[in-house]
């Protein structure tokens, strides 16, 4: 049984898989189903049996990655909320979040959204809701915890952790958006923006002088 | 002369105009120079012979909102940069910037330029050159003024240039973004934004304690 729950799983996933390529080849409106089943080396009875049709088959591409992007923060953030070393952990953080978001499949799939969010709000909004808003309320709750302890000083919680995303991303994501390519900034490269940022983060919520 | 000049100027704005709501409703691929010159009420002559082809035409929208991006800085941070009240300066300084970048016509093309730029990454990159990245050279160098001045502490001026972007625009560009509306964040939210952000860009570069 386990078995064939993990072959669905991968097949699921291979479906899911080739539709983002279809999608991000022809965009949204441009892809078909009878595209994706090709592509995917199944059936399009499989494709539609899964995944009803184009719109719940691109609204489960955008939970996958929503889960991605708000997953790895989960138990990482419970840690630094208690740690004592809160400068080597707001770094370790912001590493993890850099590289996180900039993942290449996230990078894709923003791309996808932001480029049909005029003509599919409803995607677009959830895909910010149930991805990136949800990793931001998921730091905002470890910033006030380590308000509470002393370790940092935050008015807002939330506000803090949009800061804390801006100083991370707003560079490395925009030259990938407009660039066009996922490889346009270098592992080294996204190094050192989150060190930057960790740093000017600690500077503005830090407790020490 | 002055009133032909003036007349012809008005013309290609006109026909600019018409050339964004076509790309925007199309995508770049789908845009015609027909479909421009009827929202133009131009012949398509005119089109033509103003902008040779489609892939000028687009370039021209983007170096226009380009000049946009970057113009309403350079007087400012002359002014800032020379300034003996720093903290009223960089709210100054974030207002601004906050509503030339969220300018609804700014947006939408960002969205274009986004949604087009795997395929087409050299209007993306002319984009990003001409536009943003022009505009934080401007801001940095009159962080470095400011830092030589002893009135803000900046290691690297073009760190604290994305930074302060970073703190200002994350959150509001992508829920425009993510919401596929010009309108998603109101002139009091921006307002917000520009001074949270202010607040904590001098609370990470300032020299006060």
Chains 1, 2 share one sequence.
Not at 17 to 24: R, S
Not at 129 to 147: H, K, N, Q, S, Y
Not at 188 to 202: I, Q, V, W, Y
Request: a negative charge.
């Amino acid at each position: 049984m386990a078995d064939l729950t993990t072959r669905a799983a991968a097949k699921r996933q291979q479906i899911m898989d080739a539709a983002l390529a279809v999608f991000l080849e022809n965009g949204y409106v441009g892809a078909s189903m009878d595209q994706v089943a090709a592509l995917a080396a199944v059936s399009k009875q499989t494709v539609y049996k899964q995944f009803k049709d184009k719109e719940h088959l691109f609204q489960s591409i955008i939970d996958d990655i929503g889960d991605r992007v708000d997953d790895p923060f989960v138990e990482l953030t419970k840690d630094v909320a208690e740690t004592d070393d809160v400068e080597r952990m707001i770094h370790a953080l912001a590493g993890r979040f850099v590289t996180t978001i900039m993942d290449p499949r996230v990078q894709q799939i923003r791309r996808l959204v932001i480029g049909e969010a005029a003509r599919f709000p409803d995607l677009g909004r959830a895909y910010w809701e149930r991805g990136f808003a949800r990793a931001l309320v998921t730091i905002a709750d470890c910033f006030a915890r380590l308000d509470e302890r002393g370790l940092l000083k935050v008015e807002d919680p939330q506000v803090a952790a949009n800061h804390f995303a801006g100083l991370l991303l707003w560079i490395p994501s925009n030259r990938v958006m407009f660039h066009g390519r996922t490889d346009a900034v270098s592992a080294e490269e996204l190094a050192a923006f989150a060190a930057d940022g960790a740093r000017a983060f600690l500077a503005a919520y830090g407790t020490r002088p």
